[in-house]
């Protein structure tokens, strides 16, 4: 029964995101990236401590760490920067292209439209197994797969959206890779036992699965 209620708790949560990323999923190639080519990427090219020129560029952070907290756009420092009017000098972006970026963001700061129907991604572009010990107490093994070279964003939710804690954030090859999560949040501490959903996101793609926790 508990199960049960824990997977109703989760559809809940789940289908809403759906619903929006199917209503207005916002290109970054073709509306996001026009952005910074006529604003930023004269003083932010294609060097320097801050590259803007493509989508790996960004991704990639800067001095001052990520950029783009992909579901997060309050707490990413471009969008902070930009909001603010640090950047551009003279504050030239538009509110309608800052909620054009706030909208990707949230969106998962993909490179392309978002592949929601998990049909068109054959098994050999992707593979997320399930976590191992599952249950778990402390540690777990998250296990993937990918066919090409790709960034790739691992990140830790709870039942109700919160995000725990990104567990990877990189450019990555092609073939197996794993990572390891010790129950731990983004400040350090324990989080209490319970359901938790691990989430791997790709430049087009994104796969969810759940983990249960135990003490």
Not at 6 to 28: E, H, R, S, T
Not at 33 to 49: A, K, L, R, Y
Not at 178 to 200: E, R
Request: charged content about 20%; proline content about 5%; hydrophobic content about 35%.
């Amino acid at each position: 029964m508990r199960t049960g209620i824990q997977m109703f708790k989760l559809i809940n949560i789940i289908l809403p995101f759906i619903g929006i990323m199917l209503a207005q999923q916002v290109d970054y190639q073709t509306q996001i990236q026009p952005i910074f080519n006529e604003n930023c990427t004269n003083c932010h090219g294609s060097s320097g401590g801050l590259a803007l020129a493509n989508y790996d560029q960004l991704m990639s952070g800067g001095n001052s760490g990520d950029l783009v907290i992909p579901g997060d756009y309050q707490n990413s420092i471009l969008w902070q920067r930009i909001d603010s009017g640090e950047m551009p000098p003279g504050g030239n972006i538009s509110n309608a292209q800052l909620e054009l970026i706030e909208t990707w963001i949230m969106e998962g700061a993909l490179e392309q439209i978002l592949i929601v129907d998990e049909k068109n991604i054959t098994p050999d572009q992707l593979t997320l197994y399930q976590n191992y010990p599952n249950p778990f107490n402390p540690t777990t093994v998250i296990n993937y797969k990918i066919k090409n070279e790709t960034y790739i964003r691992i990140d830790i939710y709870d039942l109700k959206g919160n995000h725990i804690k990104n567990l990877l954030s990189k450019k990555m090859i092609e073939g197996s890779h794993k990572v390891q999560w010790d129950s731990k949040n983004k400040k350090g501490l324990k989080v209490p036992s319970g359901v938790y959903i691990y989430t791997i996101k790709s430049n087009v793609f994104i796969k969810s699965k759940k983990m249960i926790l135990v003490k």
